[in-house]
């Protein structure tokens, strides 16, 4: 039977390719001589410090480029608020990975709600479809395309 998985996943390689690039620019650009600013990523968290919000503002700029060009798709930056102590601000950036469980129970309903003849799912941090035609799937991989769920996805593992 015909099956595919549904994740959002983030390749952590890449991610620290892109924080390493974005602490090289914030290191060669002028705007930026002299103020200690810079990023750290641990795990699944980017830490940038500066003096200004306003430089805070221009890093996440220069991050998120940066991730994009590494193809690592934005949506699944949770970008906390700025905090500051003493002369620093701080922010932090979460990268969120996988799918927690009232997510995959909304992809769940969206499946069901859109009447192909398939069955969804939820294993862990991810969901899986399985269904008899391969054409019901691409099908579901289109309603789950149009459906705004606020994370990217990836259709991942298909299966005839």
Not at 21 to 49: C, H, I, P, W, Y
Request: some cysteine; glycine content about 4%.
């Amino acid at each position: 039977m015909p099956s595919f998985d549904v994740v959002s996943e983030v390749d952590i390689h890449e991610l620290a390719n892109a924080v390493d690039q974005a602490n090289r620019e914030v290191g060669n650009r002028f705007d930026f001589k002299g103020t200690d600013s810079r990023f750290e990523l641990k795990e699944l968290e980017v830490s940038s410090m500066s003096e200004s919000e306003f430089q805070l503002q221009q890093m996440l700029d220069i991050l998120q480029n940066k991730m994009v060009k590494r193809s690592i798709d934005i949506g699944c930056l949770d970008v906390k608020p700025p905090v500051t102590s003493g002369k620093h601000v701080s922010q932090q950036v979460v990268v969120q990975h996988g799918i927690d469980k009232e997510l995959a129970r909304k992809i769940v309903k969206i499946v069901k709600d859109s009447k192909v003849k398939v069955q969804a799912a939820i294993q862990g941090e991810q969901v899986r479809i399985t269904g008899k035609k391969r054409d019901d799937l691409q099908q579901v991989i289109t309603v789950l395309k149009e459906a705004k769920l606020g994370l990217p996805l990836q259709y991942t593992n298909f299966r005839d």
